[in-house]
Structure formats: C-alpha cells, structure tokens
C-alpha cells in the first residue's frame, strides 16, 4: 500500500520533470474545474457480494461502492485528469522502480495510473482473493493473468497508449493505465488541482485526458524561471474534448 502510494504522490506533482536547477525553471499550477451544471451523480457499483468475498473492507467496515468515472469536488474541481507536456529536447525520466497499481477491496487503486514509455507497471493483489487482470491495450502487449493474493504481476510498457484494465473475476473493477511519451506529466486530486513542475521558460498548452470527458488542450501560459504560473482550466458537457483516449 505504502510503495504505490508515494508513487502516486510523485505522479501527481511533476514526477516527469527533469531534475534540473530550480532557477532556471518554472513551473504551471491550478485546477482543471468543471463548468456549468454539475451532472447527477453515478449510482453505486454492482457488487455481487458472493463474488466479492475475500475483498477487504475498508476501515467503515464495508465496500467502496462508488463509481469513480467521473468525480467532481466540492469546488468544482474535477479528479483524474492526466495532464501532459512534451518539452523539446527535455529529458523524459523513466523511474527505476515499478509503478504500482493495487487491487484492494476488490477496487484499482489508484482508478488512474500514468507512467512513461519504458516504465514497468505493477499489478499487486492486496485482497484476500484472486484477480484476474486483463488489459485491453493496441499497441503494448494485452495480459490476460490471474494474480493469487499478496502477489505481483509486472510488464514492461513501450509505447504510448490509454490502456483500459479489468478484471474477469469482479467485473465491476475497472481502471485506466496511461502510457505517456510526453516529458512532463501530472494527475489532478480530488480537487482538480495539479503542478507540473521543471519546465524551461516558454509558452505551453497543456494536453489532459479524462476517462469520460475524452481529450483537449488548455489555454496557452507563459512560464518564467524560477516562478510558477497559474492556470484555471474549465471543462462543460457542451465543450467536452473530442477524439478518444489515446494520446
């Protein structure tokens, strides 16, 4: 649990920044929001209970139910949104560990995982039960496996895609690896914020992917050495990005 949470932490503030001096770059920061009417809220996930057993409940003693396809915070901001940025020339840091996804509660957790071409992905099985993983990607290898409790399963990903991820046993489980070729990458929290850190002075438009909202750019921001630049980027039904998943 610990190993893939600092993992995701790092992720989720610029962990594909080069390391360079701090002075010499800037950094963009803010929230992807939701614009308009919010939509209702998803039902709860179908859980077959006899399927679910040996699922671990969490510390209210039950289930996580909730459908994470699309979550929207108090203040608007809207969770999930791999946002990426390709720097020419900048390096693209693979990290030597594995990244991780659990299965835990007979849930991906994290629902979203983005790690760069060349990265190895972990599957972990924290449940007291078997999973099946089975990805569904076009241009990585798909693995169709079964992961025995307290157990791992890795792969090498080489190339750049959105990669849908599901397990055979629950069906219910369902959750996205994002396979990014770009330079700089970030994921919004649960109150759409985000930093993408390390980028040299210029002008950027970031790229953001989203499960249901599909794809699209920011608007353009300058960024200054040694200052971070802000940036509210707002997202409606009527001005969902269009073209799919991959990136």
Request: aromatic content about 6%; overall charge negative; hydrophobic content about 35%.
């Given at each position: 649990?610990i190993?893939y949470?600092v993992?995701?932490a790092?992720a989720a ?9 701090s002075?010499e770059?800037g950094s ?9 009417e ?12 006899k399927?679910?057993?040996?699922c ?9 139910k909730k ?7 108090d203040?608007?901001?809207i ?8 720097v020419a020339g ?26 760069p ?5 972990r599957?972990?099985?924290?449940d ?6 089975h ?18 399963a ?5 190339k750049a895609?959105v990669?849908?991820?599901k ?5 219910w489980?369902k ?7 770009a330079?700089?990458w ?8 985000f ?12 790229s953001?992917?989203?499960?249901e909202?599909?794809k ?10 040694g200052k971070?630049t802000?940036l ?9 990005g ?6």
């Amino acid at each position: 649990m610990i190993f893939y949470s600092v993992l995701l932490a790092a992720a989720a503030f610029g962990a594909g920044s080069p390391e360079v001096k701090s002075d010499e770059v800037g950094s963009i920061s803010g929230h992807i929001l939701w614009d308009g009417e919010r939509p209702a809220a998803k039902p709860d996930l179908v859980m077959d209970e006899k399927a679910a057993t040996g699922c671990k409940h969490g510390a209210d003693g039950g289930l996580n139910k909730k459908d994470d396809t699309l979550l929207i915070g108090d203040n608007g901001g809207i969770k999930n949104v791999v946002l990426t940025i390709e720097v020419a020339g900048a390096e693209r840091k693979v990290p030597a560990e594995p990244v991780a996804i659990d299965q835990q509660g007979c849930r991906f957790e994290p629902h979203v995982v983005v790690l760069p071409v060349g990265a190895t992905l972990r599957f972990h099985n924290n449940d007291d039960t078997n999973h099946n993983i089975h990805t569904f990607a076009k241009k990585n290898q798909s693995i169709n496996k079964n992961v025995a409790q307290a157990s791992n399963a890795d792969q090498l990903l080489d190339k750049a895609e959105v990669i849908d991820v599901k397990c055979d046993i629950h069906p219910w489980m369902k959750g996205y690896v994002v396979v990014t070729d770009a330079t700089h990458w970030a994921i919004t929290g649960a109150d759409g914020s985000f930093k993408i850190e390390g980028l040299p002075p210029g002008e950027y438009e970031i790229s953001w992917w989203h499960e249901e909202l599909n794809k699209g750019k920011t608007e353009k921001v300058k960024v200054e050495a040694g200052k971070d630049t802000p940036l509210e980027h707002k997202i409606s039904a009527e001005k969902k990005g269009g073209g799919g998943r991959r990136r």
